[in-house]
């Protein structure tokens, strides 16, 4: 049994065991793995080409002690002084090459590290990270490489690719490692280089290509014939994921015009009101998104990330009120009026801008993405698909499955397509008109309210917000056909994609306008629109 002089000195020695192994664990101390003390300082002290050759030099040799200085030079952690260097951290200091506890000199100085140093230290850890054995971590490695990697690093590129066993790794390893022989003043290596890049789907490839060929770069006619083939390739890979990107952004784009949309496809497709205020509806439906997002972070900061999901309900609620007021006070006396609906509705949405402008200021409002609408999926090198623009495409359809059974499946949808198609012999057989239209025009102005929702994960929120989309929006209900909610799908998905490929063409101002001259002359062609309303009303 220990006496209790004993304790405390079996605590002791306990503690600089578990001291020791961190500071191995830390530092890679090992019979094989060990940094110099010459090393730690040709890169701690000197000119910036001398530390910056000692850098390339300790990552190719692999050593993973490496890494934590290379971490600590980035962090601003190392002192000099004289001959030796010290980490410090915690207020505890080290020396740096063997990780033994010690004091700081006075006379220690900090290390400075330029800019460019430090862009030195990141390549450097990248390429350590190479030899890591979490794959993951060896990937982003890759990654982070591809735009500078040089033949300093050429050595342990190899030697991670002697060592990879992932053959999808081993590729991009292969292909990173093409990037840097490309450079070679060797010609045999040069050519071997072109062949394997012209198997890659990278943007940094093309760019590094067309760096190569550019006059006065590559001297081989034989090796610049190879990196033009190359050249052709990758571009050729490049198309499929520019092609797919402009089709992916016109159904996002499509999206948000059904979202906008459909509301107004009710309020003017259905109840024929020439609604000027409906953007002003989406404007209110973002602010709603943008209060309910300030009280989560004030009140429910561990939940805020999914504040969205009251967002939802709160910007339909607060925008179908708002549409219910303005029809019970204002719109239901000018039925059938359309040129004072469209004054009266105008002079609203001037009101309800100036409002919000003296509630919330002039200035635009941060509406934050959740954490899990941020970052996207990469389907492409050249492609991914933001999280915020898939949840808009998602939740559009599920918005236009929902108003779609709503008019076809429901009592209120009955009774709106009944006061839609003869408003008169809807109220002979006991059906109150006058609840039906605020209803409705409720239900339009709380989709309105929806889009505001969904775009304030995409734009700004503003008191312009909805200037910009209300004239789009009239575009897709009169070219999908008035009363026609499958008109209005394919009509906002057919400008959504039309618009993103005339804008690759011809810019985004010229792309307005063909898309405007395009509607016109279809418009003209057939006035009922993509599909005409079926049957007769008792009005016709």
């Known amino acids: 049994m220990n006496t209790p002089g004993e304790v405390p000195l079996l605590l002791e020695k306990l503690k600089r065991v578990v001291f020791i192994a961190a500071s191995a664990a830390l530092f890679g101390v090992s019979a094989a793995h060990a940094l110099t003390h010459e090393q730690v300082l040709a890169m701690s002290a000197g000119d910036s080409d001398a530390r910056s050759q000692a850098i390339s030099q300790a990552a190719a040799s692999g050593d993973p002690a490496a890494q934590a200085f290379f971490q600590a030079l980035l962090d601003d952690a190392v002192k000099v002084s004289g001959e030796k260097v010290f980490i410090v951290r915690d207020e ?119 760096e190569r060929l550019k006059p006065g770069v590559e001297p081989e006619p034989e090796v610049r014939a190879q990196l033009t083939a190359a050249l052709a390739g990758v571009e050729a890979q490049l198309a499929w994921g520019e092609r797919l990107g402009v089709v992916f952004t016109g159904v996002s784009l499509g999206s948000i015009l059904l979202l906008v949309a459909l509301g107004l496809a009710i309020t003017y497709g259905l109840m024929g009101v020439i609604n000027m205020a409906h953007g002003e509806l989406m404007m209110i439906g973002a602010y709603a998104t943008y209060l309910v997002q300030n009280v989560f972070k004030a009140h429910l900061p561990d939940w805020f990330g999914w504040y969205m999901v009251a967002a939802v309900p709160a910007s339909f609620l607060v925008a179908a009120l708002v549409g219910a007021v303005l029809e019970r006070s204002v719109i239901r006396w000018l039925y059938g009026r359309p040129l004072e609906t469209l004054l009266a509705t105008w002079g609203i949405s001037l009101v309800l801008m100036q409002g919000v402008r003296s509630l919330f200021g002039a200035q635009n409002v941060q509406v934050e993405n959740p954490a899990w609408l941020s970052g996207g999926v990469d389907v492409l090198s050249n492609l991914t698909l933001p999280y915020n623009r898939l949840a808009i495409i998602g939740f559009a359809v599920l918005v236009l499955a929902g108003v779609s059974l709503l008019i076809a499946r429901t009592r209120l949808g009955l009774f709106v397509r009944g006061v839609t198609q003869n408003r008169k012999m809807a109220a002979c057989v006991g059906v109150n008109t006058a609840r039906v239209d605020t209803y409705a025009f409720a239900l339009g102005s709380g989709i309105a309210g929806l889009a505001g929702c969904a775009l304030s994960q995409v734009g700004n929120v503003g008191p312009d917000l909805g200037q910009g989309y209300i004239v789009d929006s009239f575009m897709v209900v009169v070219l999908g056909g008035v009363g026609q909610l499958a008109g209005t799908v394919y009509a906002a998905m057919g400008l959504g994609i039309l618009n993103k490929l005339l804008e690759g063409w011809q810019g985004a101002v010229l792309a307005k306008i063909m898309v405007l001259v395009f509607i016109v002359i279809f418009i003209q062609k057939r006035p009922q629109g993509i599909f005409a309303m079926k049957g007769r009303s008792a009005e016709a």
């Open 92 to 210: 505890k200091v080290r020396e740096a090459a063997t990780g033994a506890d010690t004091k700081l000199p006075e006379d220690a100085e900090d290390v400075i590290n330029s800019n460019r140093l430090r862009r030195e230290l990141e390549s450097a850890m990248a390429s350590l990270k190479l030899l890591s054995s979490d794959p993951a971590e060896r990937r982003q490695a890759v990654r982070e490489l591809r735009d500078g990697a040089d033949e300093s690093k050429l050595p342990v590129i190899e030697k991670a690719l002697a060592a990879e066993t992932d053959a999808s790794l081993k590729a991009d390893l292969g292909l990173l490692r093409a990037a840097v022989l490309v450079s070679s003043s060797d010609k045999g290596h040069r050519l071997e280089a072109a062949k394997v890049l012209a198997e890659s789907r990278t943007p940094a490839t093309k760019a590094l290509l067309i």
